[in-house]
């Protein structure tokens, strides 16, 4: 069992910067490839940032491209998303998720854990 608790989000300006946090509980996180999500209002849940087990692969949601990166600490059990320059359009709940094996995965079925979710909220 693998408990995921997102940290992070909250009230930004259009150009700036966060950076969510994701603390994962449980001794084989570094076994899990591990995603971001997001859900805007009214919107299905959608990929945004995804890395491999080891961390040496990441893949991003073309929208978020060149603006957000994915890491992860194994010592700390702890993924991030670094997200810059951001854009109204990217506010949403943000949700961390642990896959069923050690490669990252942009469906979202491939998730067998997954966070309660951090708002992000964008403003013009």
């Known amino acids: 069992q693998v408990q995921l608790v997102e940290s992070g989000g909250g009230l930004v300006q259009a150009g700036g910067s966060l950076r969510l946090s994701c603390a994962a509980s449980?001794?084989?996180?570094?076994?899990?490839?591990m995603g971001w999500f997001r859900q805007a209002p009214g919107k299905e849940r959608e990929f945004v940032a995804t890395i491999t087990s080891s961390g040496s692969s990441a893949f991003y949601a073309d929208s978020v491209k060149g603006r957000f990166t994915i890491s992860r600490d194994n010592a700390k059990n702890t993924v991030y998303l670094q997200m810059n320059n951001l854009k109204p359009e990217d506010t949403a709940v943000y949700y961390c998720a642990a896959a069923s094996d050690s490669s990252g995965y942009r469906n979202s079925g491939m998730y067998r854990y997954w966070g309660q979710g951090t708002q992000v909220t964008v403003s013009s």
């Open positions: 449980g001794r084989t996180f570094s076994s899990y490839g």
